[in-house]
């Protein structure tokens, strides 16, 4: 008889806490990979590589051209259009005449002026004349007064003559000194009254000949009033601006056109703010005109900041690209200095001069980019100094990465 054979019970649990083990280890090492990176499609990024050298530092702006000389012509009086004698493009000279302009009110007031200054002319005439009668009888009675006391200075003597022979009394001498003395005393007084007289005379003509000064100054005025209502040029050279028409008013002060000189051109361009503040009078730069390229020198920086840029004129070394003209359109390259042996870098999208960013760092198998600190010093329109965090040879990612802030590194395909 065969007896069954009875099979050993193998226990389940060793078996469990194996699978157990396993599924500990899986999700340690699981947890300790890194995310997967994200990926950049490569031909959309700019990629520059870290050099040593030269770099040169350089601003940039845009403007136009504009003349070194222009005369704005404004009116002096108040009038009306009559007619328009040029218009702008127009080649002219001082005296070419752009408009016309009609005032009724302004020739009466320059014909009353005229008027009120003949009149004062002959008040003038007629007072010197009468001024110079006064003074002649006054110098007759002078004139006279000496003559009288000369005559009894000479009656006066005879009659000493005649005392002292004993042909006349003392009494006669008497009367002949005292007639002295009376006509020496009107002598004098008839001569001061001559020289206040003629002082007083001097004065009064002196008044009216500066009332009719007054008034040849008031008939200049209005006379060029007058004459100012044909507006002339002023300068010779290109009419800029000029768009009123007949029938229009204008105002005393406004401006009627703008006139400048085409021989000389300058350009001036705006700088942002912050590129601004090592700008200096005579650096060098480099205008574009979009049909030629003309060499500058800085001549002036403006002190003010306006809508964050500032404006800086360059004046032109050389000649201009043909078809140059006022209010063309222009861009500018100034050169600030050259910094030899430095580490530079293109500018990255984000970050400025002087600061500190986080730049993407191509690794060596090239198809990686880790994000790394990087102080970033002196700035140019194109370049940018590198202070640390990347060496000769290193490649950047410089494109605006703003939408992998999340992550520090980055696949690229």
Do not use: C
Not at 38 to 51: F, H, K, M, Q
Not at 223 to 233: F, T
Request: no cysteine; charged share 30%.
């Amino acid at each position: 008889m065969d007896i069954p054979r009875v099979k050993p019970h193998r226990s389940r649990a060793p078996m469990l806490l194996g699978v157990a083990a396993a599924v500990v280890l899986g999700s340690v090492g699981v947890s300790r990979l890194r995310p997967a990176a994200p990926e950049v499609e490569r031909s959309s990024l700019w990629i520059d590589t870290v050099r040593r050298g030269t770099m040169v530092r350089e601003v940039r702006g845009a403007g136009t051209l504009v003349p070194e000389s222009q005369r704005i012509v404004s009116a002096l009086t108040a009038g009306r259009v009559d007619r328009v004698l040029a218009r702008p493009g127009a080649r002219v000279e001082a005296g070419t005449i752009l408009l016309e302009i009609s005032n009724p009110d302004v020739e009466l007031q320059a014909l009353d002026a005229e008027r009120q200054l003949k009149l004062a002319e002959a008040d003038l005439a007629s007072l010197r004349a009468s001024l110079e009668s006064q003074r002649l009888v006054a110098e007759s009675d002078a004139a006279a007064a000496t003559s009288e006391l000369r005559e009894a200075e000479r009656q006066a003597a005879v009659a000493e003559r005649l005392t002292a022979e004993g042909l006349a009394s003392g009494m006669e001498t008497e009367r002949a000194r005292d007639r002295v003395e009376s006509a020496r005393v009107r002598a004098r007084a008839e001569a001061r009254r001559l020289v206040v007289l003629t002082e007083a005379l001097a004065a009064q003509l002196e008044l009216r000949r500066l009332e009719v000064e007054r008034l040849r100054a008031v008939a200049r005025v209005q006379r060029e009033r007058v004459a100012s209502m044909r507006v002339a040029a002023g300068a010779a050279g290109v009419v800029q601006e000029l768009s009123l028409e007949p029938g229009e008013w204008v105002n005393p002060g406004q401006a009627l056109a703008r006139v400048a000189g085409p021989e000389r051109l300058k350009a001036v361009v705006r700088v942002p703010e912050l590129q601004a503040r090592d700008l200096a009078i005579g650096l060098p730069a480099v205008i574009d005109t979009r049909n030629g390229t003309v060499a500058g020198r800085v001549s002036r920086v403006d002190p003010a900041v306006q809508g964050g840029t500032v404006a800086v004129d360059l004046a032109i070394e050389g000649a201009l690209p043909k078809g140059a003209r006022p209010d063309l359109s222009v861009d500018a390259t100034i050169q600030i200095e050259k910094l030899d042996g430095v580490l530079y870098v293109g500018r990255p999208a984000e970050g400025s001069s002087e600061s500190e960013v986080r730049l993407f760092r191509i690794e060596r198998d090239g198809h990686t980019a880790s994000r790394v600190p990087v102080a970033l010093g002196r700035g140019s329109a194109n370049t940018v100094e590198i202070r640390s965090g990347l060496a000769a040879g290193d490649k950047v990612i410089l494109s605006e990465m703003s939408r992998w802030d999340g992550v520090d590194r980055v696949r690229l395909r």
